[in-house]
């Protein structure tokens, strides 16, 4: 009967982790999709760079305020400000929900063959 629990609850985390790497994905289409939409109704590109999205963080968060405010690192400053301005936020939404699948399988292949591996098991 435990072990048939810990099935469930490990199927239950694993759905819910493979749903938010979906739904991740899913959200960087539609923003493509959308500009798409846009660009052909309008003629316009709408750039979504990555970096109109650290505005909508909590102001009083240190890696917002050193965004907005840099009082050292300057170069450090630069070349962060230079990446989040130049990669879109449909990319980094499908590449992020790919990457947390991909770490998603590879700790649950790590979880079920350390099961596997203990003695008494079958």
């Not at 939404?93 to 998603?104: A, D, R, S």
Request: charged share 10%; proline share 4%.
């Amino acid at each position: 009967m435990y072990k048939k629990a810990i099935n469930y609850i490990e199927f239950t985390l694993v759905s819910i982790w493979g749903l938010v790497c979906l739904v991740l994905i899913g959200c960087g289409f539609f923003i493509i999709g959308e500009q798409i939409y846009n660009w052909l109704k309008t003629n316009v590109w709408n750039e979504l760079p990555l970096i109109n999205e650290v505005a909508l963080l909590p102001q009083d968060n240190i890696f917002v305020s050193w965004i907005n405010n840099p009082e050292s690192w300057h170069g450090l400053h630069k070349i962060i400000v230079w990446i989040l301005e130049i990669i879109p936020l449909s990319l980094f939404t499908i590449y992020l929900g790919w990457l947390l699948f991909f770490v998603g399988i590879w700790s649950m292949l790590l979880i079920f063959s350390e099961q596997q591996d203990e003695p008494g098991k079958s």
